[in-house]
Nanobody, 118 residues
Framework: QVQLVESGGGLVQPGGSLRLSCAAS????????MGWYRQAPGKQRELVAG???????NYADSVKGRFTISRDNAKNTAYLQMNSLKPEDTAVYYC????????????WGQGTLVTVSS
């Protein structure tokens, strides 16, 4: 089994910053991809940023230039640095780890709430 634990959410004013962390543990392979998703009230879950095992990244257009995804492979941890936060960034943020080995494996964290409000 694989466990993902997110941390770092909270309340922040518009224009502020937060850093989310996602620690993976359990039966994790050497190479796997990770991603951050978010789900706002009444909306579908959407991809925010992804990073593969080689460090290549991709971002949703809405967060480009403001958010940065990174990972520390030695710690099996991914990070999401969020700057210039806007009220529309308010959502529950989820971490995802996935890989393929004979079949697709996909694991999710429990989510961490980010609220951007004055």
């Amino acid at each position: 089994q694989v466990q993902l634990v997110e941390s770092g959410g909270g309340l922040v004013q518009p224009g502020g910053s937060l850093r989310l962390s996602c620690a993976a543990s359990g039966s994790i392979p050497r190479f796997y991809d990770m991603g951050w998703y978010r789900q706002a009230p009444g909306k579908q879950r959407e991809l925010v940023a992804g990073i593969n095992s080689g460090g290549s990244t991709n971002y949703a257009d809405s967060v480009k230039g403001r958010f940065t995804i990174s990972r520390d492979n030695a710690k099996n941890t991914a990070y999401l640095q969020m700057n210039s936060l806007k009220p529309e960034d308010t959502a529950v943020y989820y971490c995802d780890a996935h890989w393929s080995w004979g079949r697709n494996y996909d694991y999710w964290g429990q989510g961490t709430l980010v609220t951007v409000s004055s």
